[in-house]
Structure formats: C-alpha cells, structure tokens
C-alpha cells in the first residue's frame, strides 16, 4: 500500500491546480490576425504581385529564413519586447473616438505618426525611396506586410474606452479572452484551415468589388475608418460575456472580406513602391 502524500505535497498540488485554473481564466493576448492570419493576408498578396515586383520582393528579403511576404508577416510583433525597438508598439493600432459615423483626425489620433495608419504611410514612403538602404527599404517591407493586415482587423482601429476590445473580457471555449485577442486569433484558427489552405479558399470567393481607396492620397486612413464603422455597422461587440462559435461563424464573413483586402491593397501598396516609386510627398500635399 503506497504511504499517503505529505501534506506539503498535498498543499503543492492543491496549489499548482488552482494557478492553472485561473490561468484558464485570464484573457489571451495575441497580434492581429495572429499567426495565421497574418500568414494568409501575405499569401494573398505575394499571389497577386506582378513578376517585377515578386522579383524585388525576393530581392530585399534575400537572407530571411522564409523570405516570402508570408514568411516575415508577423516579424514587427517579435520586436515589442526589444529596446531598441519598443517604440514601435504603438505603430500596430490606433484608437477612435465611439462615434458613428467614425472619424480620424491625425493631430488627435495618431499625434507624431505613431499608430497604424501613420506607421504604413512611412513605411511606404522609405521602400519606395530607391536612395535608401536595402537594409532600410527591407525592414520597411516587412512592416508594411504586418500593418497592412492590422489596419484591416476591425479591432485594430477600435474604440479608446476599452483600447480596441482589450479591455472587453469574454469567456469563449471556457477560457478567458478578451474581445481584441477573440478577433486576432480565434476568428482565424476555428475556420479549421491551415493558411495556405485558407488563402486557396479566399483567392477562390467572389471577386472583391472595385476598391475605389486605392486612388486616395491617404488610403491608409480610409482603412482604419472602415475597420471602425464596421465595429458599429456590423455590431461587432457581443450581446453577452459568454460567447460560443456561433458568434465567430456570424462574423466570418466580415473577418474574410478584411483578409481579402488586406491580401489585395497590400499587393498594391507594394507594385506602387516597388514598379514605380513616386514621391509620397507630392502625393499628400
């Protein structure tokens, strides 16, 4: 007969148990679009560059351990615990005012450029400056993959009261999450699909209608509105704490749609700073 646990491992046990639980409480925290989105939003890109412009890309990310569009996608979240790189945190998002219709104002919204949309106009102001580094013009290339998928998770260019769905806890497969890391991550992986599989599906939807932002001076800015008014025009925040896969299967389809943009206004960002770089500062005056 074995002899009985000493209490102090009873008590240790007893202990370990109820830390994991309440780990099991605590809300997720992810990067938009996670892993996986961001993966496809690269994917559906590169699938729509011009052969010029895949060359360049393949150009710039010579070296990289996967040097795909997909492959560097999520390298602007890996730098947020890096000094020299903190800075960069704020480039990932920005918060508006709860108003609808929404609005931006750069001095109010985004004060120094240091939120999204400020972060994607700079970034395609240097990889479209041929005068720059490859070494420059590389790194701005791997934001932009990254930002250019932010901007399109709604959440991303949500409301300041709650920090974009940060603060907004929910209880989703008995865990807790809170509403932004819902979007960033389970949104993407409980549609059952491995990336490259899940960028087949998209490619193969309807065609997405004319995207008439592409001809705007700041089209960046646009996207994020977009984001925000679908937070209100699709009522994006839950009628209750406890959400189950209904809630992700009602919304897919927006999630989708954002995807395929994403994928698309990307590739069109990049053909217009890689063919044929112009001057950004012309174009915003």
Not at 8 to 35: I, K, Q, V
Not at 84 to 102: E, Y
Not at 127 to 153: E, P, T
Request: glycine share 8%; net charge neutral.
């Amino acid at each position: 007969m074995p002899a009985p646990a000493h209490p102090f491992a009873r008590r240790s046990t007893a202990l370990l148990a109820a830390g994991l639980a309440l780990l099991s409480l605590l809300p997720r925290t992810a990067a938009a679009w996670g892993f996986d989105g961001h993966r496809v939003v690269g994917m559906l890109a590169e699938s729509e560059l011009s052969p010029t412009a895949r060359a360049e890309v393949k150009r710039l990310l010579a070296g990289e351990p996967e040097p795909t569009l997909a492959g560097v996608s999520t390298w602007a979240d890996t730098l947020r615990d890096d000094p020299a790189w903190r800075h960069t945190g704020r480039w990932h998002w920005v918060n508006l005012p709860r108003t609808d219709p929404c609005t931006y104002d750069a001095a109010r919204d985004c004060p120094g450029g240091d939120c999204v949309v400020g972060a994607i106009a700079a970034q395609r102001a240097i990889l479209a400056d041929r005068s720059r580094s490859d070494a420059q013009r590389r790194d701005a290339l791997k934001f932009l993959v990254h930002f250019v998928g932010d901007v399109h998770q709604p959440f991303h260019a949500g409301f300041g009261f709650d920090r974009g769905g940060n603060q907004t806890q929910l209880r989703f497969d008995r865990q807790g999450w809170n509403l932004h890391s819902l979007w960033d991550s389970a949104m993407v992986k409980h549609a059952g699909l491995e990336p490259d599989a899940y960028a087949r599906q998209l490619r193969g939807g309807p065609r997405l209608p004319a995207d008439a932002t592409l001809a705007l001076a700041r089209p960046e800015e646009h996207w994020a509105l977009e984001s925000c008014q679908a937070i209100h025009d699709d009522g994006l925040y839950p009628a209750r704490r406890a959400v189950g896969r209904g809630y992700l299967d009602q919304h897919r389809p927006l999630a989708e749609t954002r995807l395929r943009q994403a994928g698309a206004r990307l590739a069109a960002l990049l053909e217009s700073a890689l063919v044929a770089p112009i001057d950004m500062d012309q174009t915003r005056r």
